[in-house]
């Protein structure tokens, strides 16, 4: 999915791609709402909230787990008290990753990123 889609496509100056969710996690919009809320202040309010499922070997049946999330909020003002917040996150064996609109000049989706097939 990674390869096909770009996830800083759905994002603006007011948005948070969270990702890095352990394996066997449901992650749900309550739960992203309530993590954003819990470690970035009450007062936050988003807007919206996306999921996007990994898939596994290009098909939509073989859905594994929760690849990345973007959050829009009400106010950009949000955007860097809850990255702060969720920053240094260990959520079971994995350690969170925030990032905005603004990271995406200092990397580029298709170079970072590899993808190995018939493994």
């Not at 969710?21 to 919009?29: G, L, Q, R, S």
Request: proline residues 3%.
């Amino acid at each position: 999915l990674r390869r096909s889609e770009n996830p800083y496509s759905r994002m603006n100056e007011k948005s948070l791609l969270i990702t890095n969710f352990p394996k066997d996690m449901n992650v749900t919009e309550a739960y992203i709402k309530d993590l954003c809320h819990k470690h970035g202040g009450e007062n936050a309010m988003i807007k919206q909230i996306h999921l996007q499922e990994a898939m596994s070997g290009g098909s939509r049946e073989c859905r594994e787990r929760t690849a990345y999330a973007v959050v829009e909020f009400e106010l950009e003002r949000w955007v860097p008290m809850v990255r702060r917040a969720l920053r240094k996150l260990w959520v079971e064996d994995r350690l969170l990753k925030v990032k905005t609109i603004k990271d995406q000049k200092e990397e580029n989706h298709k170079e970072r990123t590899i993808v190995a097939h018939g493994i």
